[in-house]
Nanobody, 128 residues
Framework: QVQLVESGGGLVQPGGSLRLSCGAPGFTLDDYSIGWFRQAPGKEREGVSCISSIDSTTKFADSVKGRFTISRDSPKKMVFLRMNSLKPEDTAVYYC?????????????????????WGQGTQVTVSS
C-alpha cells in the first residue's frame, strides 16, 4: 500500500505563492505519473496538473496555466506544485495521486484518470 503525503499548504494573500510537496515514504515515485487535484467546499474534485512518467509531459487546467508549475525532484523522491499569483478561487484542499501501474501517461480527469492512491490533502486558503 502506497501512502502519499502532501505538505506546504497554508494561508496566503492574493498574488502570493506556495509550493506544495508530495512524497511517499519508502516508495519511489519516478516510475509513476503524478496528478495534483483540488476540491473546494461544495464542488467536485478537479484536476489541476499532472506529470507523466513516460516522457515528463506536463498538463495544466486552463484556470492555472501560466501560474502553476509541476516538477519532480528524483533524489528527494518528491513532486512539487509551485503556485504563483494565487487567487481566492484557488482556495481548496489539494491532493496528489498516483495510479497503481507505472509508466503511464498522465490525466487531469478525476473520474477516468486511473488514479488509485491519494494523499490526505493539504489546505490552501487564499485570502486577504
Amino acid at each position: 500500500q502506497v501512502q502519499l503525503v502532501e505538505s506546504g499548504g497554508g494561508l496566503v494573500q492574493p498574488g502570493g505563492s506556495l509550493r506544495l510537496s508530495c512524497g511517499a515514504p519508502g516508495f519511489t515515485l519516478d516510475d509513476y505519473s503524478i496528478g495534483w487535484f483540488r476540491q473546494a467546499p461544495g464542488k467536485e474534485r478537479e484536476g489541476v496538473s499532472c506529470i507523466s512518467s513516460i516522457d515528463s509531459t506536463t498538463k495544466f487546467a486552463d484556470s492555472v496555466k501560466g501560474r502553476f508549475t509541476i516538477s519532480r525532484d528524483s533524489p528527494k523522491k518528491m513532486v512539487f506544485l509551485r503556485m504563483n499569483s494565487l487567487k481566492p478561487e484557488d482556495t481548496a484542499v489539494y491532493y496528489c495521486a498516483i495510479p497503481s501501474e507505472p509508466w503511464t501517461s498522465c490525466s487531469l480527469s478525476y473520474h477516468d484518470g486511473g488514479y488509485d492512491y491519494w494523499g490526505q490533502g493539504t489546505q490552501v486558503t487564499v485570502s486577504s
